[in-house]
């Protein structure tokens, strides 16, 4: 099994897949050069807060042309059709500044959730009358593509998940939310290094007590159609899309909501699983 195969079925068990070195190291230099003073500033400001972010990064003035090819890496592309589906639109692209805590708080659990809380967490209410078990395999209807600009290590505070939580009806209560969990795995993380995780994983940050500031960059995408929170109508924005319908090229169209023969095509792939299914009947 190659290398892409692999981290297909890893994603497919686990719930997320690890690409190492996503950003070169001087791209998170410069960015981390770019965003100390403004995410300082912002702390001061709102000291009550656990974090602080800049959202809609490809309206910001500064950052968008720094980053307006940071979700249009062919090979994140190709892995995330491989386990979504050719439907990927983008949701938002923000980036987050945790503050360093006392020496105190090391180790301890950020918060449980699920990305997709919305969707997954209303069946901890629901009326089952059944016993649960685990869920086949399912595309994501989101994944987050998660980009840090420090190494994981224990004192900036490492990525936690629970593996396989999106095929489980696991359920962390609230009054569990920040302690650890039996099941976790720390996740081995360098500079540059991105995980793109299922909407449905169970996961958590760790507090970070570094001394310095632990960031990371959120690529959010889901289906095409659904609403998202970024606007798609900036400077940076139409420049792809025109270079993008230049070259005919449908899938980055989508990742800004384009694409407009889409449900056609759809139901022509409908139509032949549904043919493949009348033919495997037996009589």
């Not at 099994?1 to 068990?13: A, C, I, K, P, S």
């Not at 400001?45 to 042309?65: C, D, F, V, Y």
């Not at 692209?93 to 945790?98: A, D, K, P, Q, V």
């Not at 007590?209 to 960059?217: D, E, K, V």
Request: hydrophobic residues 35%; glycine residues 8%.
């Amino acid at each position: 099994m190659n290398g892409f195969h692999q981290r297909v079925e890893d994603y497919e068990r686990d719930g997320y897949a690890i690409f190492k070195s996503y950003l070169a190291p001087d791209k998170v230099s410069d960015l981390r050069h770019m965003l100390d003073g403004e995410f300082e500033r912002r702390h001061a400001e709102h000291l009550q807060l656990p974090r602080a972010t800049i959202s809609n990064i490809l309206a910001h003035e500064t950052l968008a042309p720094v980053l307006a090819g940071h979700i249009l890496n062919a090979d994140l592309l190709d892995f995330a059709e491989a386990v979504m589906g050719p439907y990927l639109q983008l949701d938002s692209l923000e980036i987050s500044g945790y503050p360093s805590v006392g020496l105190e708080q090391k180790g301890k659990v950020a918060g449980w959730h699920r990305d997709a809380f919305n969707q997954t967490e209303q069946w901890a209410d629901y009326p089952i009358f059944y016993q649960l078990g685990p869920r086949p395999y399912a595309p994501p209807m989101a994944g987050n593509c998660l980009t840090y600009l420090q190494d994981m290590a224990d004192e900036s505070g490492p990525l936690r998940i629970i593996p396989g939580s999106h095929l489980t009806y696991t359920f962390i209560g609230k009054e569990a939310q920040h302690d650890p969990h039996p099941q976790e795995r720390f996740v081995s993380l360098e500079a540059g290094d991105m995980v793109f995780t299922h909407c449905d994983l169970l996961h958590s940050g760790t507090l970070n007590t570094s001394g310095a500031i632990r960031y990371f960059i959120s690529g959010y995408c889901s289906r095409i159609g659904l609403p998202h929170c970024d606007t798609f109508e900036t400077p940076t924005i139409d420049r792809i899309v025109n270079d993008a319908r230049r070259r005919n090229d449908r899938r980055v169209l989508r990742l800004f909501g384009i694409d407009e023969g889409f449900h056609q095509r759809q139901r022509a792939s409908w139509k032949q699983m549904t043919d493949d299914d009348r033919q495997a009947l037996v009589p």
